[in-house]
Each structure stands twice: as C-alpha cells, then as structure tokens.
C-alpha cells in the first residue's frame, strides 16, 4: 500500500497549496511516511506528528527526512494542544479509521488558528476506491470477511464535506484523486497485497491452503489482467479542505 498511498500524498499536498513556514500538525502520522511529504515538498517552520501507536511513533522518529518533526502518542478525537496552536492540520488517510470522525475534525479546526487550513484525504473505500479492493471483492466472493477500516462509510465524498462544514470550516472544497496502479503480473499482484502486514494480508495468511487457492483462482477471473501478464486499474481517494473562520 505503501507505494500508492506516498503517490496519492504528493496529489494532496500539491491540491492544498500550502505555503511554507507553517505550524503544522499531522494527526494519525502513522509511521511518519507523509509527515516526510509534508515537510519535504511545503517547508513548514514545526511539524508535529501524532499517533496513537507506540510503534508507529518510534518508527516515525528513526525517518531521515522527519528529524525536525516532533512525534507524539495522542488521540485524533482528543488533540493535546491549546485552541489557534496550529497554522494547518492534516490528516492523511486516517477518517475511516476513527470511531467519531466528526470529533476529530472539529479538534483539529480547535487547535488552528483562525484563516488556517484543515484537510484530509482518504481511499474511498465505500466506492471502491482503495488500491486493492480487487483482493477485497476476491475474499468476499469465496466467503472471507476481507479486513477493512472500521468507518468506511467515512470515506465518501458527502460524509467528508458534511465534517468539514459542522466543524464550521470555510471555504471547503473537495477534490478526488486518481492513481494508476499497476503491477507487472499476477506474482506480482499477490505478493504485493497479501503481505500479513496490512488488515487483508493477515486476512489471507489465516486461510486455509484450500481457501487461498480459491481466491487465487477468483482474482486470476476478476482482475483486469492485459496479454502479456501486467495489471492496471485506478484507485481514487476523496479529499476536502476548508479555512478556520476568521
């Protein structure tokens, strides 16, 4: 997921526009993968990444490109920092994630100050959007539940721009980006995305050999897969942005 997920980040970023020497906050940083994008490509003044696994964070902290980022332990519905603290606050394919999004938007429109900027961007996992929903519609043809995020329903266009104005944002637009995924053949494919890394790949790893070959099979008749082997479809992930009320 890695690959795609750094691709549709640089799309984000390059949508919003922000301009450099900003207090920046990056809420669900993970492992600190987009908070590298953020800094590398909008030259903000401070990062500050926060997430609540221990993990992650560790992980975030040992990025060559995030040494001037500070990482915390913290939860997206209960920002640690005082009101107006923050020029912009993202969040980079987290929403569906969290049990009350609408909370975590209207945290982060708290802690900007106000003109600044509040944005996120996430698969539309409910529209199919997400670069392996071809694995998600193989498991759930052979009768596997596929590991997804706990919101999907988040995701969508609607739901996003409705957070974005109860959070009383202005200004907010909203922007789908497309990414051309590609692979080079079906190894290719099936090694790349039943890694037991992500939810779906722990999800394969427990199926029984039987089980596996079935959605082997399933994929080899669903996938878009061209003569000579390679594979390439879109994923598309919705993103909305908005001003903090002056």
Known sequence: MGRWSRVAGKSFLDWIELPSGLRCLDVGCGNGAFTEELIARCAPASVIGLDPSEQQIAYARQRPGAKVAEFRV??????????????????????????????????????????????TYMWDIAGGGVPVHPLYDALKSIGATPGVQPNPEASRR???????????????????????????????????????????????AALLPDARERLRAKLREQLPIAADGRIAYEAFANAVKGRVAA
């Not at 982060?108 to 944005?119: D, E, F, Q």
């Not at 109860?166 to 692979?183: N, T």
């Open 74 to 119: 913290g939860d997206a519905q209960a920002l640690p920092f005082a009101d107006d603290t923050y020029d912009a606050a993202l969040m980079a394919l987290v929403v569906a994630f969290l049990s009350d999004p609408a909370k975590a938007v209207a945290e982060m429109a708290r802690v900007v100050r106000p003109g600044g900027w509040v944005a």
């Open 158 to 204: 609607e739901a996003l721009q409705e957070f974005w104005e109860k959070a009383g944002l202005q200004a907010v637009e909203m922007y789908v980006i497309r990414i051309p995924v590609a692979f080079s053949n079906f190894d290719d494919f099936w090694e790349s995305t039943t890694v037991p890394v992500g939810p779906q790949g722990k999800v394969v």
